[in-house]
């Protein structure tokens, strides 16, 4: 699974969730890349016993940005992380916890009881991924054991992107093709590599309405068979498009939004 690292001006790198992290450190070396893989850290807990530290990361050295763009992996901005020693992030009773501390220490009258956020968010879906071309950058990515998925057509970018599966979300890939498209004109002012990603929400109307009042914008739902969206254009969020998703039912073979 992508997890997006947003800055001030746009996404500054992407960490893929893999374990174990040696295997994943051996296949780019299979395909020819250099990495980085430092030292395990460790930790010792409360009886003295040493114990695996909470994570340990990967970075592949690309050959060349022709071969592997910025944010395909194997290429710039990509970094493969495993996290470890880390049971407690699945305990259960750690999201009432986390819910019952936001509550107390960020109150806000927009959230409905019982959410972590205002906008009912999830998860992280998708990285979306600005490159010179989609069937290349499909093709290095397979390289690295991703698997190829659906095709996409975004109204709101006036683009059409492909899909490569990482886990439980995705990476897609778009090139801009419409001169006179919201990519084009973001790759002008920014260049290439991630550009946004999409966030998965448990009440669609909920997220639209939060995300309207906060922005004193309209913005288009788009709803296909399996998912209604919307985009939030990178110029009202720090320079990143936000897409905010609600999946209705299982993915059919269509990708137009």
């Known amino acids: 699974m992508p997890d997006a690292i947003a800055s001030g001006g746009g996404i500054a790198g992407i960490n893929v969730n893999v374990s174990p992290v040696d295997a994943a450190a051996d296949l780019m070396r299979r395909v020819g890349l250099k990495v980085y893989l430092p030292p395990s850290v460790t930790t010792r807990d409360a009886s003295g016993k040493e114990q695996p530290g909470p994570w340990q990361f990967v970075l592949p050295e690309a050959q060349t940005e022709a071969e592997f763009p910025k944010g395909v992996p194997g290429g710039p901005g990509v970094g493969f992380l ?117 966030v998965s929400v448990a009440d669609l109307k909920t997220a639209q309405r939060v995300v309207e009042q906060g922005t004193n914008r309209k913005f288009a739902t788009r709803k296909l068979a399996s998912r209604s969206s919307f985009m939030v254009p990178a110029a009202f969020i720090g320079g990143t498009f936000v897409e905010f998703v609600q999946q209705v039912a299982p993915r059919g073979s269509s990708g137009t939004d």
């Open 82 to 198: 495993e996290y470890r020693n880390n049971a407690s992030r699945r305990d259960p009773a750690r999201y009432e916890t986390l819910r019952a501390r936001i509550e107390r220490e960020v109150p806000d009258s927009r959230r409905a009881p019982g959410e972590l956020h205002a906008n009912t968010a999830r998860q992280l879906l998708s990285v979306l991924v600005s490159v010179p071309n989609v069937a290349d950058a499909v093709r290095q990515s397979e390289r690295l054991g991703f698997a190829a998925g659906e095709e996409r057509y975004v109204k709101d970018l006036g683009e059409k992107g492909r899909e490569v599966k990482c886990g439980i979300g995705t990476f897609v890939f778009f090139e801009a093709a419409n001169p006179r498209g919201a990519l084009s004109a973001y790759i002008k002012q920014k260049g290439l590599g991630p550009f946004g990603f999409s």
